[in-house]
């Protein structure tokens, strides 16, 4: 199967980056063990790695695009040390309601909802639906539904209590995986069989 317009979406904290509270300073990012090799192996199959992130720190006033940019930065850093790469990120700083007035209400680009993924797909040719969303809450797994991606919850950030929820409620998953490097290799197998 041809991989052109095929990425696979990924939620940053707790599923690339350790999850911490909120991140706003590029120190605090730090990667989880075996997600630049969970990248790298993206990118050596020709399938596009595609950050999607709720960041509301920004809208909370507890940092500034700028701030968010550079903690962006910092991540692209520690994955081009390991030689890998990301093909894109996408970040929603909007949350209604919030502090700081610009970013005060919620549109369309953030989680659940589908803008950053449709932004991506107009920006990079992608097909949402024979891509993949990894994510470790129910925002990623309800962002994936909806826009008709294969999703795959990881259990590193928040991932148990997203797969407890997911079982309380009876909903049904296309796959867990233990963390990213699992959750990659299970997706290539899958793009090999369909």
């Known amino acids: 199967m041809s991989r052109e317009g095929l990425a696979v979406f990924l939620d940053r904290d707790g599923v690339l980056t350790v999850e911490r509270s909120y991140i706003t300073r590029p120190g605090e ?13 993206l990118n050596n199959a020709g399938v596009r790695a595609v950050v999607v992130s709720n960041q509301s720190a920004v809208a909370r006033g507890l940092m500034t695009e700028e701030e968010l940019a550079a903690v962006h930065g910092h991540l692209e850093e520690l994955l081009e040390e390991e030689g890998v790469f990301l093909d894109a990120a996408y970040y929603c700083p909007n949350l209604f309601g919030a502090r700081v007035a610009r970013f005060a209400r919620d549109d369309s680009c953030r989680k659940p909802r589908t803008g950053m993924l449709e932004q991506a797909a107009r920006d990079l040719g992608i097909d949402l639906a024979a891509s993949y969303m990894i994510g470790d809450q129910m925002t990623d797994i309800e962002l994936a539904r909806g826009a008709g991606l294969t999703a795959v919850l990881v259990l590193t950030g928040k991932g148990h209590e997203t797969q407890a929820v997911l079982s309380e409620r009876g909903l049904e998953i296309d796959h ?12 290539l197998n899958h793009m090999e069989k369909r």
Do not use: Q, Y
């Open 29 to 41: 990012l730090e990667l989880l063990p075996g997600a630049a090799r969970a990248v790298g192996a």
């Open 176 to 187: 867990v995986a233990v963390e990213i490097g699992a959750a990659v290799s299970w997706i």
